[in-house]
């Protein structure tokens, strides 16, 4: 009777997992899910983000409750602060790069004409600035455990894609008098590239009326260049990080100053969407600038090194595009970034990859070092300690789930499940607004460390805007936060065709996704989507359009996109821009691109600007059944609905949306299911030593065993073997939720 009951329980399980297999995971949820909650959308009424500039400001606010989430701190002391206090304290490694990128074009004439030669275009010069760059001292004073040097322009965190052996360019200054040209230092360097150092009086002494020539034939002072910067009080961090690195420029008389007429580096701080937009999206000719600091929040994938040194990304060609540097090899660069971004063999794509970078770093290479890797870091992101529902992903950090700031999408993003489970403490919660019917609706605030640009998503470029517009629109296909596996989401499942002449992917679509405003989410919207897109060619979009062949729509939940190159980092990008335009707004007749940019969503009233079909010939469109819900033109599909930005007070509100197609139920659900393939046996939350053991007493069987116990098969292969088993301790002691 002992064995029978066994196998009756084995079989149970057996069954449960073959449902498991058997039903894409949102299926499943609806059959499954705890009756926590009968909710859609978030856990939480009200999202608002706070704008605060100075980080000292932002401690302080966090400190007295005005805001109660601080993502991202670059800050050890100010993390310090918190975790002492009694805050929850999150971290992870970041996908994260922070650089400095010159403009190496030879021709100034677009912006510059009095320029004869332009030091930044020499590889020998930047060479030589690659070794003035002390990225460890400025990682340990700008980030001291939070930051970490970067040689690659890949960070670590992107495991087999990122190439440990390109050149460094250690820190090595020389002496401007004393250093020989063969000296491998910045001064050895630029005299072998036949700059001469200009000693003015007094002499024998560097100070700031030295500076240097230009090689002969020209033999001219430097040229200022300005190295473009955030304000000091807005972001200290990277102010810093320039101020650190023109110091020791100074000190060899590379930096311009009043006594030298400016000859050499300047650094010129002012506001970070200014400056961004003189880099990238200042209209054709774009790339205003000589060189710059930034940060990038990056995605999964690192193809997104097509995007910034692909010939055909230049972002004087085509503005708000991601290649602002002038990088145009045809050679050897392009080919390498080609099978990075299209190739369909992994093996050959990471060693492209990891050749690009080679690439990138090598003095050797006449375009080579167009940029200066600084540094990555880690996400320590503060919570109020009454929070809960925190997911903590790697790579993504728990506050902020990746955007599509200043980064063509590469992939899906894991922001939905911190966003749609934070929820307070009972007895905890914070109420500041009462809804139609009068009662308290709970309220989370998030602080923005500066006013966003525009809520275009046409061609916003900077994370202000998209930390508010990612929390709006959703994907077609997200991830699991812990293990960043593809979960199907508004696509129930998608299937990739490599044709003669590139791929065609299908997506299949959920029935009950609905735009903000009521209109039901369909095939046809996913086809207005992708082809306004690429017919009116978005060049912040340029690598996921220009690709497109067709989009054809089969049936109302089932469509197409033909292309003419293959690419398996496109599937995610469709898959982002998909439900990026509802036509009922979008779809009229535009008089230009400039127009499309120019658009300001929250500008107009929801009704009062409706679209005319013009662009596609539907037919004029109606305000939709909730249009109540929605304010303004800028909507999606999404768990948050955009209320307002006030300029005035700097705050934005975002209402959760209660006709989402997930509820609160299904949302936890689905968690505990993504937490349970990273080694979650019992699915308690917790990966300890209990899940170890379990997995440990099934370890060696498969599917035609008696003993074999389909929770300890995480990657359901049908066998419980080393993988399973390091899978779970490899996770060990990781939570499925904070604190």
Same mark, same amino acid.
């Given at each position: 009777?002992?064995?029978?009951?066994?196998?009756?329980?084995?079989?149970?399980?057996?069954?449960?997992?073959?449902?498991?297999?058997?039903?894409?995971?949102?299926?499943? =949820?609806?059959?499954?899910? *705890?009756?926590?909650?009968?909710?859609?959308? #978030?856990?939480?009424?009200?999202?608002?983000?706070? +704008?605060?500039?100075?980080?000292?400001?932002?401690?302080?606010?966090?400190?007295?409750?005005?805001?109660?989430?601080?993502?991202?701190?670059?800050?050890?002391?100010?993390?310090?602060?918190?975790? @002492?206090?009694?805050?929850?304290?999150?971290?992870?490694?970041?996908?994260?790069?922070?650089?400095?990128?010159?403009?190496?074009?030879?021709?100034?004439?677009?912006?510059?004409?009095?320029?004869?030669?332009?030091?930044?275009?020499?590889?020998?010069?930047?060479?030589?600035?690659?070794?003035?760059?002390?990225?460890?001292?400025?990682?340990?004073?700008?980030?001291?455990?939070?930051?970490?040097?970067?040689?690659?322009?890949? #960070?670590?965190?992107?495991?087999?894609?990122?190439?440990?052996?390109?050149?460094?360019?250690?820190?090595?200054?020389?002496?401007?008098?004393?250093? #020989?040209?063969?000296?491998?230092?910045?001064?050895?360097?630029?005299?072998?590239?036949?700059?001469?150092?200009?000693?003015?009086?007094?002499?024998?002494?560097?100070?700031?009326?030295?500076?240097? &020539?230009?090689?002969?034939?020209?033999? /001219?002072?430097?040229?200022?260049?300005?190295? =473009?910067?955030?304000?000091?009080?807005?972001? *200290?961090?990277?102010?810093?990080?320039?101020?650190?690195? =023109?110091?020791?420029?100074?000190?060899?008389?590379?930096?311009?100053?009043?006594?030298?007429?400016?000859?050499?580096?300047?650094?010129? $701080?002012?506001?970070?969407?200014?400056?961004?937009?003189?880099?990238?999206?200042?209209?054709?000719?774009?790339?205003?600038?000589?060189?710059?600091? !930034?940060?990038?929040?990056?995605?999964?994938?690192?193809?997104?090194?097509?995007?910034?040194?692909?010939?055909?990304?230049?972002?004087? =060609?085509?503005?708000?595009?991601?290649?602002?540097?002038?990088?145009?090899?045809?050679?050897?660069?392009?080919?390498?970034?080609?099978? &990075?971004?299209?190739?369909?063999?992994? /093996?050959?794509?990471?060693?492209?990859?990891?050749?690009?970078?080679?690439?990138?770093?090598?003095?050797?290479?006449?375009?080579?070092?167009?940029?200066?890797?600084?540094?990555?870091?880690?996400?320590?992101?503060?919570?109020?300690? %009454?929070?809960?529902?925190?997911?903590?992903?790697?790579?993504?950090?728990?506050? %902020?789930?990746?955007?599509?700031?200043?980064?063509?999408?590469?992939?899906?993003? *894991? $922001?939905?499940?911190?966003?749609?489970?934070?929820?307070?403490?009972?007895?905890?919660?914070?109420?500041?607004?009462?809804?139609?019917?009068?009662?308290?609706?709970?309220?989370?605030?998030?602080?923005?460390?500066? %006013?966003?640009?525009?809520?275009?998503?046409?061609?916003?470029?900077?994370?202000?805007?998209?930390?508010?517009?990612?929390? !709006?629109?959703?994907?077609?296909?997200?991830?699991?936060?812990?293990?960043?596996?593809?979960?199907?989401?508004?696509?129930?499942?998608?299937?990739?065709?490599?044709?003669?002449?590139?791929?065609?992917?299908?997506?299949?679509?959920?029935?009950?996704?609905?735009?903000?405003?009521?209109?039901?989410?369909?095939?046809?919207?996913?086809?207005? /989507?992708?082809?306004?897109?690429?017919?009116?060619?978005?060049?912040? @979009?340029?690598?996921?359009?220009?690709?497109?062949?067709?989009?054809?729509?089969?049936?109302?939940?089932?469509?197409? !996109?033909? $292309?003419?190159?293959?690419?398996?980092?496109? &599937?995610?990008?469709?898959?982002?821009?998909?439900?990026?335009?509802?036509?009922?707004?979008?779809?009229?007749?535009?008089?230009?691109?400039?127009?499309?940019?120019?658009?300001?969503?929250?500008?107009?009233?929801?009704?009062?600007?409706?679209?005319?079909?013009?662009?596609?010939?539907?037919?004029?469109? +109606?305000?939709? *059944?909730?249009?109540?819900?929605?304010?303004?033109?800028?909507?999606?599909?999404?768990?948050?609905?955009?209320?307002?930005?006030?300029?005035?007070?700097?705050? /934005?509100?975002?209402?959760?949306?209660?006709?989402?197609?997930?509820?609160?139920?299904?949302?936890? $659900?689905?968690?505990?299911?993504?937490?349970?393939?990273?080694?979650?046996?019992?699915?308690?939350?917790?990966?300890?030593?209990?899940?170890?053991?379990?997995?440990?007493?099934? @370890?060696?069987?498969?599917?035609?065993?008696?003993?074999?116990?389909?929770?300890?098969?995480?990657?359901?292969?049908?066998?419980?073997?080393?993988?399973?088993?390091?899978?779970?301790?490899?996770?060990?002691?990781?939570?499925?939720?904070?604190?």
């Amino acid at each position: 009777m002992a064995l029978a009951g066994k196998n009756e329980l084995m079989e149970g399980r057996k069954l449960r997992r073959i449902a498991y297999l058997a039903l894409v995971p949102l299926m499943l =949820l609806v059959l499954f899910a *705890p009756m926590v909650s009968a909710q859609n959308g #978030p856990e939480t009424d009200v999202l608002r983000y706070l +704008v605060i500039r100075s980080p000292s400001a932002q401690l302080l606010a966090m400190q007295y409750g005005q805001i109660d989430v601080l993502t991202q701190r670059t800050n050890q002391d100010h993390i310090e602060d918190l975790d @002492y206090e009694g805050f929850t304290i999150t971290s992870t490694q970041g996908f994260h790069i922070c650089f400095i990128g010159f403009n190496i074009r030879y021709n100034q004439s677009y912006r510059r004409p009095e320029i004869d030669f332009w030091p930044l275009a020499d590889v020998n010069f930047r060479h030589a600035l690659a070794h003035s760059l002390n990225k460890t001292e400025i990682a340990a004073e700008y980030g001291g455990y939070v930051k970490s040097p970067l040689d690659s322009m890949v #960070p670590p965190i992107y495991g087999t894609w990122h190439n440990p052996y390109v050149d460094g360019h250690p820190f090595k200054l020389g002496h401007p008098i004393n250093s #020989p040209p063969t000296e491998h230092s910045t001064c050895g360097l630029l005299k072998a590239a036949g700059y001469k150092f200009q000693d003015e009086w007094p002499p024998l002494v560097v100070d700031s009326h030295d500076y240097w &020539l230009t090689p002969f034939p020209d033999e /001219s002072p430097l040229p200022q260049m300005n190295v =473009l910067s955030p304000l000091e009080w807005v972001d *200290p961090q990277k102010y810093g990080v320039v101020n650190e690195w =023109l110091q020791d420029c100074s000190s060899i008389g590379l930096a311009g100053t009043v006594d030298n007429g400016f000859s050499g580096l300047v650094q010129q $701080s002012g506001q970070f969407w200014g400056y961004t937009q003189n880099v990238y999206d200042a209209g054709p000719p774009s790339a205003h600038f000589d060189a710059f600091i !930034v940060n990038f929040k990056l995605n999964r994938f690192p193809d997104y090194l097509y995007d910034w040194f692909h010939s055909s990304q230049d972002s004087r =060609l085509f503005p708000s595009a991601y290649n602002p540097f002038g990088v145009n090899d045809t050679l050897w660069l392009n080919g390498l970034l080609q099978t &990075l971004k299209f190739g369909v063999v992994h /093996s050959e794509k990471v060693q492209a990859c990891r050749a690009a970078q080679a690439w990138l770093a090598n003095a050797s290479q006449p375009q080579g070092i167009p940029v200066l890797p600084v540094y990555t870091m880690c996400y320590f992101d503060a919570f109020n300690s %009454d929070l809960r529902g925190i997911v903590r992903s790697p790579g993504y950090g728990t506050g %902020d789930g990746g955007c599509i700031a200043l980064k063509e999408p590469d992939g899906p993003i *894991p $922001s939905i499940w911190t966003y749609t489970n934070i929820r307070w403490a009972t007895g905890k919660e914070r109420h500041e607004d009462v809804d139609d019917d009068g009662f308290p609706e709970t309220v989370v605030i998030w602080c923005l460390g500066d %006013d966003p640009e525009t809520l275009n998503p046409l061609y916003a470029g900077t994370s202000l805007a998209w930390e508010i517009m990612d929390r !709006v629109f959703d994907p077609l296909i997200t991830m699991n936060p812990y293990n960043h596996n593809d979960v199907p989401w508004v696509a129930t499942d998608w299937e990739v065709e490599y044709t003669l002449t590139g791929m065609n992917v299908t997506y299949h679509l959920r029935d009950d996704v609905f735009w903000q405003d009521g209109y039901q989410y369909n095939a046809s919207h996913a086809e207005f /989507s992708l082809e306004f897109i690429r017919d009116w060619q978005i060049n912040k @979009y340029k690598p996921a359009w220009e690709p497109i062949v067709d989009v054809e729509v089969i049936n109302p939940t089932t469509f197409r !996109v033909v $292309s003419n190159r293959r690419s398996q980092f496109l &599937l995610y990008d469709w898959a982002v821009l998909a439900t990026l335009l509802p036509p009922q707004i979008w779809d009229r007749t535009w008089p230009s691109q400039a127009a499309v940019l120019a658009y300001s969503p929250t500008a107009f009233a929801y009704g009062d600007d409706m679209g005319d079909g013009s662009y596609t010939g539907h037919g004029l469109y +109606v305000p939709g *059944p909730w249009a109540d819900q929605v304010p303004t033109n800028l909507f999606g599909t999404g768990p948050w609905i955009f209320q307002f930005y006030d300029p005035v007070t700097m705050h /934005s509100d975002l209402w959760a949306n209660r006709n989402y197609f997930m509820t609160t139920a299904n949302i936890e $659900s689905l968690k505990t299911e993504m937490f349970w393939e990273v080694g979650d046996y019992n699915r308690d939350g917790v990966i300890n030593v209990v899940d170890l053991t379990y997995v440990a007493f099934a @370890y060696g069987t498969h599917e035609s065993d008696p003993d074999y116990d389909p929770d300890a098969d995480f990657n359901q292969d049908g066998w419980v073997n080393m993988i399973d088993l390091s899978t779970c301790a490899y996770h060990l002691l990781w939570q499925k939720e904070y604190p």
